[in-house]
């Protein structure tokens, strides 16, 4: 009996190298992404469709993605920057090709991408439409506290000139900017109608002195909207996904959409981006991202995948699923659908009109500089 028993451990101990091996040979699918940016039961269904385990790291900015992927030091599959990012990727040689005729999900003609999106894709480095395939996209807003009486007014009048001229502004107004030094310039060359991707010692000047007398109570990011649904700020430069994403919140949670005490104005020209799919140099599993690409351009995917993302969808089948939702009341979605449609139509509406401009590829020097006029207001 214990030699019996000595022989079945033997060859347990023999049997286990086999199976940690199948363990490892399931492929691994390395995606950096920001956070909070896909539906995870949607990667837990690719997981489970592909037989594969989709590994998911964090950056919080463009530029870590960049350093990220130059340093090498880990062989993404995957990679979700920003319009001008790619544009840098490409240009240094980071990224590779799209093999389109593997996205059988990929449909031009039939499936087409909306209007904004392709304004801005129209604007960005011939040739880069060939190393990416839109993710998401979105603007930029000056989102706004209802409680305040005549805000919404002075915005709506004068647009950017009521985010930086507190004179224009109800008296008390607290006000806040995102944290990053070219969107500050940025929205501040806007105030003076100059182009917001051009940087010159000149308009840097100018630059500083508008945003010292804007008077910002607070620099932040996701701060911002969360003190504005809170009633602890008033008016601040967002992106509209980030104002979305709390306004859904309180959808779920049962408020009314027009008794929602904040809002978002999105002047008639403002910024937007585009976040796309990249496939790295060094990939190791290039077929199986094109696969996740694919995936992520099914209709029905996309759908599920903007119903828990606040910006918008690339690809007009999907926009059209969400804005002509017709259920009825016996369906337990039915006011959240219903509300999410009335916001596309209004947040995101599909118009050939769309006057939104992306942030350009600035170099380390002219980024330093920004970096130092920001400081200097904070410091004022």
């Not at 880990?74 to 319009?83: H, K, Q, R």
């Not at 947040?347 to 920004?370: C, V």
């Amino acid at each position: 009996m214990k030699r019996y028993r000595r022989i079945l451990i033997l060859l347990v101990i023999a049997f286990v190298p086999i199976l940690l091996s199948g363990c490892q040979s399931q492929r691994v699918l390395l995606i950096l992404n920001w956070g909070e940016y896909m539906n995870d039961d949607l990667i837990v269904e690719f997981e489970e469709l592909y037989d594969v385990e989709v590994k998911v790291s964090l950056a919080d900015s463009n530029e870590l993605f960049y350093s990220k992927l130059k340093s090498g030091t880990t062989a993404y599959d995957l990679i979700l920057p920003s319009d001008y990012m790619v544009e840098k990727m490409m240009q240094k040689g980071l990224i590779q090709e799209i093999q389109f005729d593997k996205l059988t999900n990929y449909d031009p003609i039939n499936n087409p991408y909306l209007q904004g999106l392709e304004k801005i894709r129209d604007g960005m480095v011939d040739g880069s439409e060939n190393y990416h395939v839109p993710y998401f996209w979105g603007t930029f807003g000056l989102m706004y506290n209802k409680r305040v009486e005549g805000l919404e007014e002075a915005l709506e009048t004068h647009q950017w000139q009521a985010y930086f001229d507190k004179s224009l502004q109800p008296l008390g107004t607290r006000s806040g900017m995102y944290d990053v030094p070219q969107y500050a310039y940025g929205t501040s060359m806007l105030f003076l109608d100059e182009d917001p991707n051009v940087v010159t010692d000149e308009k840097l000047a100018l630059s500083q002195d508008i945003l010292i007398d804007a008077g910002f109570e607070i620099w932040a990011d996701d701060q911002l909207k969360k003190d504005i649904q809170n009633d602890n700020l008033d008016l601040a430069f967002v992106w509209t996904g980030d104002f979305l994403d709390v306004f859904y919140t309180d959808l779920a949670d049962g408020k009314a959409y027009d008794e929602i005490p904040y809002n978002i104005f999105i002047p008639d020209t403002t910024f937007a981006f585009m976040d796309a799919f990249v496939i790295p140099k060094n990939a190791r599993h290039v077929d199986l991202a094109h696969e996740f690409i694919n995936f992520f351009l099914d209709p029905r995917v996309a759908y599920d995948n903007a119903s828990v993302i606040g910006y918008a969808t690339p690809l007009q089948n999907t926009y059209d699923m969400i804005v002509n939702y017709d259920g009825t009341e016996a369906d337990e979605d039915f006011q959240w659908k219903t509300d999410w449609a009335r916001a596309y139509q209004e947040y995101y509406e599909d118009t050939p009109d769309f006057t939104g401009i992306p942030f350009a590829n600035l170099d380390q020097l002219t980024i330093s500089k920004l970096n130092l006029m920001v400081n200097n207001v904070k410091t004022d």
